[in-house]
């Protein structure tokens, strides 16, 4: 939790982030990850200061747990003074106790946004899906909280003015609204209209221009002029018999025909797994883990 400090910015996490979408696709199934397209919806997990703490905080766990699907989960929740934002013990279940920093017991508007990254760490525990390492596995908790509906809440609560500073999470903002922005262009969903932060709406932006080149990348039709002559160089430089390796620039990579026809690899712009296709033309693409259909000319 940056409390009053600097705020990291960009894009630093970009790769464990596609990572973390790919493998919730592979663990969840397109059809799970389909049952989440509606958010966490603001009514629901609204809290005011004229809420009692430790009812209002076990109402909006209790939303999430509800959410997430997770019926048979009881949360517990407590504050004491930490230094993370909230900390959750991971046990067999079904009740597992959520400690949230002593400072949500006056900002309680984001008791929410901390829940929504501690209950889904129960989530994925359940489902036994985790990265090696802590920094690789919150990114996961924060990118799975964001894309099956409830991360809107952790850029919701990223604020910063000359004199303070806050934000939750292990994302940069723009990470946030990066991952908002693939669940919106999945789900046709605009999260910006529940922002309450100036802040998140900027974050947002950032993400969805990121979030939409994804999809202009050769070799999609969609690609801009100048990626096109960039595979158009490398695709003949591929196909020269006598010009040794195939081309390896961008985000695609071309395989040497041998006996076969040549090939190319490119990530799939929704899910981040790698579709393999015949270079020959204009072909339509089906990814086989989220079911995008592609328009490429190879």
């Not at 100036?198 to 974050?203: I, K, R």
């Not at 990348?217 to 018999?241: I, K, S, V």
Request: net charge neutral; hydrophobic share 40%; with cysteine.
């Amino acid at each position: 939790m940056a409390n009053g400090g600097p705020v990291e910015h960009g894009f630093p996490h970009l790769e464990t982030v596609r990572a973390a979408v790919t493998a919730l696709y592979r663990r969840l199934s397109y059809d799970t990850v389909r049952t989440f397209s509606a958010s966490v919806a603001p009514a629901d997990v609204a809290f005011c200061d004229t809420d009692d703490l430790y009812l209002g905080a076990q109402r909006v766990a209790h939303e999430l747990v509800r959410h997430y699907r997770l019926p048979d989960a009881r949360m517990i929740v407590s504050f004491r003074e930490m230094t993370h934002a909230a900390s959750v013990e991971l046990a067999a279940g079904p009740e597992y106790f959520i400690e949230l920093n002593d400072r949500f017991r006056t900002h309680r508007r984001d008791i929410g946004a901390a829940l929504a990254h501690e209950v889904m760490h129960v989530y994925l525990h359940r489902l036994d899906l985790s990265f090696p390492g802590t920094r690789d596995n919150e990114i996961l908790t924060d990118t799975a909280a964001a894309y099956l509906g409830a991360g809107w809440l952790l850029l919701d609560a990223f604020r910063q003015d000359a004199a303070s500073s806050q934000k939750l999470g292990y994302l940069t903002p723009e990470e946030f609204g990066y991952v908002l922005a693939k669940r919106a262009l999945v789900f046709g969903e605009d999260p910006s209209v529940w922002f309450t932060s100036p802040q998140a709406y900027t974050a947002y932006g950032e993400g969805l221009a990121r979030a939409r080149r994804d999809g202009q990348q050769p070799p999609l039709t969609a690609a801009g002029w100048a990626g096109r002559r960039r595979y158009a160089r490398d695709r003949r430089h591929a196909q020269d018999p006598d010009g040794g390796a195939p081309a390896q620039d961008g985000p695609y990579a071309f395989t040497a025909g041998g006996s076969g026809p040549l090939r190319v690899s490119f990530p799939c712009p929704t899910c981040h797994q790698r579709i393999r296709v015949p270079v020959r033309g204009r072909v339509r693409a089906r990814c086989g883990l989220c079911r995008t259909v592609l328009e490429c000319d190879t």
